[in-house]
């Protein structure tokens, strides 16, 4: 029986031939597929390939052809290959795993690239790192290959080194500050905002204003709406630069409306205490609540301030109370704190001694050091 499968394809192999030789083709050969035939062939003196499927023996008519010559041939395409001459198949592999939460093959991947020397893919190892993305979260190995990044030319690792130096234990602000200073060299915005901050802190370099404008205005000028706002505080009040009421106000408006939220919180403080003249509580308090609108919780956090307070509007506590949850939902520490004394006072909302603690608790892990004070009494 086995014998007579053989020789049934013996057959069929034979058919297909007899039939490409009656179209012209030479140099036939055929390879086995499924319920048919790839061939490779040459017609006319040009290189053919296609498939053929001929029907059971004495079946004349069965016979079907698809075939492509010549110019018409699609040349053969070989598979990427993640390696040193194209480390970036790495670095897109590793993507795609990464997008589909295979982080051990992302990982793989990264390492690969990076050992290769692609600065992406050792930036986007160090951010694993950094996560905790299907390794041990560790800053140190984050810096590592930041580190590596930076030196084989991407201005974002320069920036992430800086950052990720700044949150050892201790903190490293010196190195932090040379990083910034790279990133800021290679174009890389951010990195021209945090040296600007460093400089305005004395953080890991002399404190200088002059100098901190100078970065902020570079790193606007690179497209960072943040840095226009800081600009235009800076500009404000005179710091690094002359004092000039409408083009810091002007800087702040645009930052503002281009969704730099900080810029939001910065207008209207300005507006709301007069720093911008005249002093507009009520034009404050629709800064506030626009950009609170648009989920920034510093600013719900002023806006029920105002509220609360009755300034630029009627005193309103029950409204003030929904802005400070608000603000504590939107990772706002002092809103956190402020809603936790509205639920333990009870007001504009029912006392609740125990969430009020637990508000209470929430700002102070987020950072605010009298909502870990008054989280210690209510225990």
């Given at each position: 029986?086995?014998?007579?499968?053989?020789?049934?394809?013996?057959?069929?192999e034979?058919?297909a031939?007899?039939?490409?030789e009656?179209?012209?083709y030479?140099n036939i050969?055929?390879?086995?597929?499924?319920?048919?035939?790839?061939?490779k062939?040459?017609?006319?003196?040009?290189?053919?390939?296609?498939?053929?499927?001929?029907?059971?023996l004495g079946?004349s008519g069965?016979?079907h052809?698809?075939?492509?010559?010549?110019a018409?041939l699609?040349?053969?395409v070989?598979?990427p290959?993640?390696?040193?001459?194209?480390?970036?198949?790495?670095?897109?592999?590793a993507?795609?795993a990464?997008?589909?939460?295979?982080f051990?093959?992302?990982?793989?991947?990264?390492?690969?690239?990076?050992?290769f020397?692609?600065?992406?893919s050792?930036?986007n190892?160090g951010?694993?790192?950094?996560?905790?993305?299907?390794?041990?979260k560790?800053?140190?190995e984050?810096?590592?290959v930041?580190?590596?990044a930076c030196?084989?030319?991407?201005p974002?690792?320069c920036?992430?080194?800086g950052?990720?130096?700044?949150?050892?234990?201790?903190?490293?602000?010196?190195?932090a500050?040379?990083?910034?200073?790279k990133?800021?060299?290679?174009?890389?915005?951010?990195?021209?905002?945090?040296?600007?901050v460093?400089?305005?802190?004395?953080?890991?370099v002399?404190?200088?204003?002059a100098?901190?404008f100078a970065?902020?205005?570079?790193?606007?000028?690179?497209g960072?709406?943040?840095?226009?706002?800081?600009?235009?505080?800076?500009?404000l009040?005179?710091r690094g630069?002359?004092?000039?009421?409408e083009?810091g106000?002007?800087l702040?408006?645009?930052?503002?409306a281009e969704?730099?939220?900080?810029?939001?919180?910065n207008?209207g403080l300005?507006?709301r205490?007069?720093d911008i003249?005249?002093?507009?509580?009520?034009?404050?308090l629709e800064?506030?609540k626009?950009a609170?609108?648009?989920?920034?919780?510093?600013c719900?956090n002023?806006?029920?301030?105002q509220?609360?307070r009755?300034?630029g509007a009627p005193?309103?506590v029950?409204?003030a109370?929904?802005?400070?949850?608000?603000?504590?939902?939107l990772?706002s520490?002092?809103?956190?704190?402020?809603?936790?004394?509205?639920?333990?006072?009870?007001?504009?909302?029912?006392?609740?001694?125990?969430?009020?603690?637990?508000?209470?608790?929430k700002g102070?892990?987020l950072?605010?050091?009298?909502a870990?004070?008054?989280?210690?009494?209510?225990?």
């Open positions: 029986m086995v014998l007579g499968i053989f020789a049934i394809a013996g057959c069929q034979r058919k031939r007899e039939e490409l009656r179209d012209g030479q050969v055929l390879t086995r597929n499924g319920a048919g035939y790839d061939f062939a040459d017609k006319n003196g040009e290189p053919c390939e296609g498939r053929i499927i001929v029907g059971k079946d069965n016979v052809k698809t075939a492509r010559c010549g018409n699609t040349p053969a070989p598979a290959q993640c390696s040193k001459e194209t480390p970036k198949v790495c670095f897109d592999w993507i795609t990464r997008k589909s939460k295979d051990t093959a992302a990982k793989s991947h990264y390492e690969a690239g990076c050992s020397g692609h600065a992406d050792c930036n190892l951010v694993m790192y950094e996560a905790g993305e299907g390794v041990t560790s800053p140190d984050a810096l590592k930041y580190v590596k030196e084989g030319g991407s974002m690792a920036n992430n080194a950052a990720t130096s700044e949150k050892l234990e201790p903190p490293k602000l010196e190195d500050a040379k990083f910034y200073e990133a800021c060299e290679k174009k890389h915005d951010n990195g021209c905002l945090n040296l600007a460093a400089y305005e802190r004395g953080e890991g002399p404190k200088d204003d100098k901190a970065m902020m205005k570079k790193a606007c000028e690179l960072s709406k943040t840095a226009c706002g800081n600009m235009g505080y800076l500009t009040h005179g630069t002359t004092a000039d009421q083009a106000k002007k702040l408006e645009d930052a503002c969704g730099a939220n900080h810029a939001c919180v207008l300005a507006t205490d007069g003249k005249p002093k507009d509580p009520a034009k404050s800064i506030f626009k609170c609108d648009a989920k920034d919780g510093v719900c002023e806006a029920a301030l509220l609360e009755g300034l005193k309103d029950q409204a109370a929904k802005l400070y949850e608000l603000a504590c939902e990772e520490k002092l809103g956190c704190r402020n809603f936790g004394i509205t639920l333990r006072d009870g007001t504009g909302i029912p006392k609740d001694p125990a969430r009020a603690a637990t508000m209470f608790e102070c892990e950072g605010d050091h009298t870990c004070e008054l989280h210690k009494k209510k225990r």
